[in-house]
């Protein structure tokens, strides 16, 4: 199975740029389609943004479309989530997820088979 990690969470002010990675290891990452999801405090995890195997399709959540950008470098096995004008409201636990459906990027969470442990993002105003 493929394990995940996930970095490059720190905390930043509003309209701060940062940049989150997650690296594969055990299996390709080419095998995967992977998605990004987030978890605030009190709140449920939701779907940030998500991108095949290839990266020629993505899908963003409403909330972040315009702001964040997925992207992949296969030959590194690492996904990135680039997030730009950061908002409070963005302030969650990020985690990378792997989905063996790898012609597709879904935005539904049960369909995501493998999970990093997550990387903490807080954004103050």
């Known amino acids: 199975q493929v394990q995940l990690v996930e970095s490059g969470g720190r905390p930043v002010q509003a309209g701060d740029s940062l940049r989150l990675s997650c690296t594969a290891s055990?299996?390709?990452?080419?095998?995967?389609?992977m998605g990004w999801f987030r978890q605030a405090p009190g709140k449920e995890r939701e779907f940030v943004a998500a991108i095949n195997w290839r990266g020629g399709n993505t899908y963003y959540a409403d909330s972040v479309k315009g702001r964040f950008t997925i992207s992949r470098d296969n030959a590194k096995n690492t996904v990135y989530l680039q997030m730009n004008s950061l908002k409070p409201e963005d302030t969650a636990v990020y985690y990378c997820?792997?989905?063996?459906?790898?012609?597709?990027?879904?935005?539904?969470?049960?369909?995501?088979?493998?999970w990093g442990q997550g990387t903490q993002v807080t954004v103050s105003s």
């Open positions: 055990g299996r390709p990452l080419s095998w995967y389609a």
């Open positions: 997820a792997a989905d063996s459906s790898r012609y597709t990027s879904t935005p539904l969470a049960n369909d995501y088979e493998y």
